[in-house]
Each structure stands twice: as structure tokens, then as C-alpha cells.
């Protein structure tokens, strides 16, 4: 197969802010505990209860943001019991997942984490049977530099300085019945959500805020119509649950494009309508596939190298949608629907959907560049849509110098010859990575970690067009230095 592709560095769609490659880690199953904690006391090497193997994975993909500690188990989360000494902290019931909650891992043991991997902590407090009154004094231990209560009792717990939480959420899918606390309806969750943003943004009026949406327009209306001069995101969730064939998983970031354009055309025909001068933009804060394996309590799967090609093409899209959807996270980062599997005895596996966050985080542009592609087609029988073999984006660095293009093959059988002309754009050198592995279905196991792996390759600049071949099912990055 043939494919012509345009990068053209002179068109800038957009900047592409650095929360768009989040992660999301939550109480359930082993993603924090034994996950990203073990405590001092563990066997597993660790880095003040950080368990080191994970610490170093998550290092690695450089992940710009953090979302926690829910998910579902935000709902009955009281973030009190998580702070202060350990060993007075209460053991409680979690209601989310029938869990036993030990309280070791808390807000200064989230915070601290964000430090050490280098990424931007977003909070979602508890609005399923919490209150205002408990989220804004969360706000206050986390961001007051005053002498009230509860920014004293953060320096009482060991942190002088405030740790300045700028992105909060406001629930977690309080549409759903199965959410502690649920709403009705939006109007319901847009009165709720007032309350609470008045009452963070009374201790710091400088953060942002998530409410939560759906996939259902009656609800988003509410919540845009009611409360939307007070929050910054909707929050839109996705899972593909459906073991789709392979050529119909890889499709499917094409029709999650399609949804948040929707939604987004429905959040600015509201704000256009009420008035609303606030700017709203979509935090897209869970998404991944879930297959019929992850089950409660641990929620554990295996994926595979159609899962990382789902997973590029997701990267793709969100490039694409730059200008409204700035934030996302993947669920879940260890253990749960996991990028990174890391054991009870002391082992850790990397999923080729890890490698692909790797190769995307390491390899990233600060503005979204126009890409024009020419490519075959499929037709998906789930939707009937055509699918493009070739999926095509590109960013480029805030000086200019590095021209990155990311090419998916979603082709199970063929490789593509892939031409690039490159627009305003002069390279001197150009490296090509990839994933591809042996066929759609490898994994990496703890029996064969390395099975899948971000290939490398150093490409020759012979002409102004420049050839490269991509391997059947591949994610590609052609990184262009000036
Ligand atoms: O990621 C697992 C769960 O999926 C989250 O807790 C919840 O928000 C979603 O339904």
C-alpha cells in the first residue's frame, strides 16, 4: 500500500497544552496499593513507600498530569482520614468497591508522588457524599499560605509551603447509579456543582474546575444551562467494553472525534444561548479500552499491540481536537486496566499501550500542524464509516527546530510506503520509532517482557520527499530535527 502525506509546519491548528497525555491512578484493585505504594516497610525496593520500579516506569512517560483519587471511590472519599500520622490514620469501609481503604496513601503521599514523577496533581473532591464545606477546606490544606486551620495543619504535617493544586474536579460520573451520591438529573448535578465552586473558589479563587457530563445531551445542557459561569471542564468519560475484531477496535477513536465534537458543538450552542461568558473546554479524564477479563475486584487485563494501535489513534485524535479537548487520562496508569502490571513479588511488565504513551510523551511539539494525508480506506461494518489505513498527525516545538510526525498503520497484513512532504520545514536529521510487534495479538507477559518494543531506527534524508516504510499494525514517530 501507498500512502502521500503533508506536514505542513507553516499551518499552526493549535497549541497542544501538555495535560492532553495524562494518567489516572485510583484506591481500586492493586493500582495504589502495591501499585504506586508498597510502604517503607515492604520487601520491594521502594523510595519512601514509593514503590521504585513503577516510580522509574512512570518517570519515564514524563506524564504532564495526574488524576485522583477517583473515579468512583472519590465519591466516599473523606480526605481527612488520609492525612497526619499514619499510624493514627482509620481504616474505613470504602463503599465504591467494597474495599478496605488503610488510609496510608493520602494527600501528601499523592503530592509528593506528582513531584517525584514531575507531573501536575488534579484532584477530583468528593460531591457524591461529601460537602462544599469539605472540598473548599481541602482546597485550604492544599493551597492557603494563611494561618487558619487547615493550612496550619498541613505545616503541622510536615509541608511549610502550599502545594498549589490548580486543577480540581467536582465528582466523579454522578450520572451513574451505581455513583455514591448520584444526581437524578443535570439540573440537580448543576446545582450541586454551584455550591461547591463557590465555596473552593472562596479559599482560592485561582483554580479550574471539572463538572461532570456525559454521553447524554439532556444532562450537559443542564449542567452548562445551571452551572456552567462556574466550572472550566465538562468532563467526558469513555471505555470501548465490546472485544471489538481488531479492525473495528482501531476504529474506533474516529467515532469517540466524532462524540466530543459533539459534545463540544452542544456545551458553545448552550453558552451561546444563556449567555455564558466562561470558556468551557472537554476534560476527557478516563478513557481506555476495558475487556470482559477486568473484573472487581481487581480489574486486571492483559493488552496487546491492537490495544497500543487503539491507543495512538486516541493520541491522534485528541492532537486533532487541540483547541477543545486541552485535557485527558488514561485509566488506569498500575495495575488497574493497567499501562504498567507490576506484581506482588516484586516484577513489573510494560504494556505496548505503555510503550506508546512513551514514544508520544518523549516525542511531543507544543503546537498542532496542519496534515493532509492520501490514503486507502476501509469500511468499518460496525458504523458503516470509512476508516483510514493511515492515520496521520503531527506537532511541532515552540522553537521550531523539531518536527514530529506520528503515523499509525492500522492495516493487519500490509505495510505502507510512506511519502513525506514536508512544508516550511527543512531537516537535517530525522529518527523513525516505532511498535509493531509480531502480530496483533502480542503482549508483553512476565514470562516475555520485551516481546513488543519501541524500535529506532536513524533515517536518510537523500530528497526533499522522504520514504519510509511502516510495518503492518505500527505506530510510527518520524522526529525531524532542524
Ligand atoms: O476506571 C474505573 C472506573 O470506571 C472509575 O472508578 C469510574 O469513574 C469508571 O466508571
Known amino acids: 500500500m501507498k500512502c502521500r502525506v503533508l506536514v505542513d509546519a507553516t499551518t499552526h491548528i493549535g497549541a497542544l497544552d501538555r495535560r492532553c497525555y495524562g494518567q489516572f491512578i485510583e484506591h481500586l484493585g492493586e493500582c495504589i496499593y502495591g501499585g504506586i505504594w508498597v510502604g517503607k516497610d515492604s520487601k520491594i525496593p521502594n523510595e519512601k513507600g514509593f514503590r521504585l520500579d513503577v516510580l522509574q516506569a512512570v518517570k519515564e512517560l514524563k506524564p504532564p498530569l495526574v488524576r485522583w483519587p477517583g473515579g468512583n471511590f472519590a465519591s466516599g472519599y473523606h480526605w481527612r482520614d488520609g492525612v497526619g500520622p499514619v499510624s493514627q490514620r482509620p481504616k474505613r469501609y470504602d463503599m465504591a468497591w467494597g474495599a478496605e481503604e488503610p488510609n496510608h496513601f493520602g494527600?501528601?503521599?499523592f503530592l509528593e508522588w506528582c513531584r517525584l514523577v514531575g507531573a501536575e496533581p488534579f484532584i477530583v473532591v468528593n460531591a457524591g457524599n461529601g460537602t462544599p464545606e469539605e472540598a473548599a477546606q481541602w482546597v485550604e490544606y492544599c493551597n492557603s499560605a494563611g494561618g487558619t486551620y487547615y493550612a496550619s495543619l498541613r505545616r503541622e504535617y510536615g509541608h511549610d509551603k502550599p502545594y498549589g493544586v490548580k486543577l480540581w474536579?467536582?465528582?466523579?460520573?454522578?450520572w451513574g447509579e451505581w455513583q455514591i451520591g448520584f444526581c437524578k438529573d443535570g439540573a440537580e448535578c448543576a446545582r450541586r456543582t454551584v455550591e461547591f465552586a463557590n465555596e473552593m473558589r472562596k479559599v482560592d479563587p485561582s483554580i479550574e474546575l471539572v463538572a461532570v457530563g456525559c454521553e447524554d445531551p439532556e444532562w450537559n445542557i443542564?449542567?452548562?444551562k445551571g452551572a456552567g459561569k462556574y466550572f472550566d471542564y465538562l468532563s467526558i468519560h469513555f471505555y470501548d467494553f465490546n472485544n471489538k475484531p481488531y479492525r473495528e477496535l482501531v476504529a474506533v477513536p474516529l467515532s469517540v472525534e466524532q462524540k466530543l465534537r459533539d459534545v463540544n458543538s452542544l456545551i458553545q450552542a448552550i453558552r451561546r444561548k444563556y449567555g455564558i461568558k466562561r470558556e468551557i473546554r472537554i476534560a476527557f479524564d478516563e478513557w481506555n479500552v476495558w475487556y470482559p477479563e477486568a473484573k472487581e475486584p481487581l480489574l486486571t487485563q492483559v493488552t496487546s499491540v491492537k490495544d497500543a494501535i487503539f491507543t495512538a489513534g486516541?493520541?491522534?485524535?485528541l492532537q486533532r481536537l487541540c483547541n477543545i479537548v486541552p485535557?485527558?487520562?488514561f485509566a488506569q496508569t498500575v495495575n488497574v486496566l493497567p499501562l504498567i502490571i507490576a506484581s506482588s513479588d516484586g516484577r513489573m511488565v510494560l504494556t505496548p499501550q505503555y510503550l506508546v504513551f512513551k514514544m508520544y510523551c518523549n516525542n511531543r511539539g507544543s503546537s498542532v500542524v496542519r496534515t493532509l494525508v492520501d490514503t486507502d480506506l476501509y469500511k468499518s461494518n460496525e458504523t458503516g464509516e470509512y476508516v483510514p489505513y493511515v492515520d496521520v498527525s503531527s506537532t511541532i516545538s515552540e522553537d521550531d527546530k523539531v518536527l514530529y510526525a506520528y503515523a499509525l498503520n492500522r492495516s493487519e497484513n500490509d505495510s505502507v510506503e510512506l511519502q513525506v512532504h514536508l512544508k516550511g520545514f527543512q531537516p537535517k536529521s530525522c529518527f523513525h520509532y516505532f511498535v509493531s510487534g509480531g502480530s496483533v495479538e502480542d503482549k508483553n507477559t512476565f514470562e516475555n517482557p520485551n516481546?513488543?518494543?519501541?524500535?529506532?531506527?536513524k533515517v536518510k534524508l537523500t530528497s526533499d520527499v522522504i520514504n519510509i516504510e511502516l510495518k503492518p499494525h505500527s505506530i510510527n514517530i518520524l522526529a525531524f530535527y532542524d
Not at 451 to 457: A, G, P, S, T
Open 451 to 457: 516481546k513488543v518494543k519501541i524500535e529506532e531506527v
Open 327 to 329: 485535557i485527558s487520562n
Open 222 to 224: 443542564e449542567m452548562v
Open 314 to 317: 486516541m493520541l491522534n485524535m
Open 107 to 109: 494527600t501528601g503521599e
Open 169 to 174: 474536579g467536582i465528582g466523579n460520573e454522578l
